[in-house]
């Protein structure tokens, strides 16, 4: 991969930051033991990574990208990729001794335990880097706790039991993770609200404009493209704060301006399911009578 820095094992990984390989598929990494790091003057670095990585960030040294935004850095900040994403980091072009820690684990070591099937449910590992953890100095230290009682079930050795005991370990962590964030969407409610109110003008500008014709019906990932989120980080913050999925939501949308027209045009029910981005009008249809409980003509002729 051409000027990207790639780190397919744990091995690989461990000896770049001058750590002692414990297990082949996870480690626990103080950066304050890594060597000083140039990246031989080069100011920008792009790294791919072929495992979970879940860096807390100490201080800023090395401004890490991932797609068009930087990471919002504050002391305590956690940061998930998942494997195959690519990282950049940006540095003066000087020497710097990096800070902070980090837990990476290879696929692998939860083949065939309870995390590796819901591991695809924690969002935050494929959200944008403007959607990073800040932890409250009490989290940070649980996140501290956790990686420790991970490095001393690596330090003990592996036997039987490590596999089960790592997992479920490390599904507490993420599980706290998950906790975290809930807490980070509460204090941010204000922001959070402001997004609800941009999604509405979103939707609002969609279906008065040709895109229902050209594109069809809205989904999630257009909506949280046009609002600059992540669409996990977007579905997750629109769970929060309504209690129903970003989905949901659009398809709410849909049957409020779909009343608009039914009441207010003459047009066939064919004409308004296609103005509307359908592209069976039966779906339409089907979909009215499951939200309103009337199809769109008995809806009209009762009102």
Same mark, same amino acid.
């Given at each position: 991969?051409?000027?990207?820095?790639?780190?397919?094992?744990?091995?690989?990984?461990?000896?770049?930051?001058?750590?002692?390989?414990?297990?082949?598929?996870?480690?626990?990494?103080?950066?304050?033991?890594?060597?000083?790091?140039?990246?031989?003057?080069?100011?920008?670095?792009?790294?791919?990574?072929?495992?979970?990585?879940?860096?807390?960030?100490?201080?800023?040294?090395?401004?890490?990208?991932? %797609?068009?935004?930087?990471?919002?850095?504050?002391?305590?900040?956690?940061?998930?990729?998942?494997? %195959?994403?690519?990282?950049?980091?940006?540095?003066?072009?000087?020497?710097?001794?990096?800070?902070?820690?980090?837990?990476?684990?290879?696929?692998?070591?939860?083949?065939?335990?309870?995390?590796?099937?819901?591991?695809?449910?924690?969002?935050?590992?494929?959200?944008?880097?403007?959607?990073?953890?800040?932890?409250?100095?009490?989290?940070?230290?649980?996140?501290?706790?956790?990686?420790?009682?991970?490095?001393?079930?690596?330090?003990?050795?592996?036997?039987?039991?490590?596999?089960?005991?790592?997992?479920?370990?490390?599904?507490?962590?993420?599980?706290?993770?998950?906790?975290?964030?809930?807490?980070?969407?509460?204090?941010?409610?204000?922001?959070?609200?402001?997004?609800?109110?941009?999604?509405?003008?979103?939707?609002?500008?969609?279906?008065?404009?040709?895109?229902?014709?050209?594109?069809?019906?809205?989904?999630?990932?257009?909506?949280?493209?046009?609002?600059?989120?992540?669409?996990?980080?977007?579905?997750?913050?629109?769970?929060?704060?309504?209690?129903?999925?970003?989905?949901?939501?659009?398809?709410?949308?849909?049957?409020?301006?779909?009343?608009?027209?039914?009441? %207010?045009?003459?047009?066939?029910?064919?004409?308004?399911?296609?103005?509307?981005?359908?592209?069976?009008?039966?779906?339409?249809?089907?979909?009215?009578?499951?939200?309103?409980?009337?199809?769109?003509?008995?809806?009209?002729?009762?009102?």
């Amino acid at each position: 991969m051409e000027n990207t820095v790639t780190f397919e094992t744990i091995s690989q990984y461990n000896e770049f930051n001058n750590t002692e390989t414990l297990h082949p598929l996870i480690s626990v990494i103080d950066f304050s033991k890594a060597h000083e790091r140039s990246w031989n003057g080069q100011k920008r670095v792009k790294i791919y990574y072929g495992f979970y990585c879940i860096f807390l960030k100490d201080i800023k040294c090395g401004d890490i990208r991932y %797609g068009c935004n930087y990471y919002d850095y504050q002391e305590g900040t956690l940061v998930f990729t998942a494997p %195959g994403q690519i990282m950049e980091v940006e540095t003066t072009g000087e020497v710097y001794q990096p800070k902070g820690y980090a837990l990476v684990f290879h696929p692998d070591l939860v083949h065939g335990t309870s995390l590796f099937k819901s591991l695809t449910e924690y969002n935050f590992f494929s959200y944008k880097a403007n959607e990073a953890l800040h932890l409250s100095e009490r989290e940070r230290q649980i996140v501290l706790d956790s990686f420790s009682k991970i490095k001393l079930e690596l330090e003990i050795g592996v036997d039987k039991h490590s596999k089960k005991l790592i997992a479920s370990n490390i599904e507490l962590f993420l599980n706290y993770c998950n906790r975290f964030y809930d807490r980070q969407f509460i204090t941010r409610e204000n922001a959070n609200k402001g997004v609800l109110e941009k999604f509405e003008e979103v939707l609002n500008r969609y279906f008065t404009s040709d895109k229902p014709n050209k594109i069809g019906l809205p989904s999630v990932a257009y909506c949280a493209d046009e609002l600059h989120l992540s669409a996990n980080y977007f579905g997750d913050l629109i769970k929060k704060e309504t209690g129903k999925s970003a989905q949901e939501y659009i398809q709410n949308k849909i049957i409020d301006v779909a009343k608009d027209h039914i009441l %207010g045009n003459t047009k066939t029910v064919n004409e308004i399911a296609y103005e509307l981005g359908f592209k069976y009008p039966q779906h339409f249809s089907r979909l009215f009578k499951q939200r309103v409980g009337f199809t769109p003509n008995e809806y009209r002729s009762a009102n």
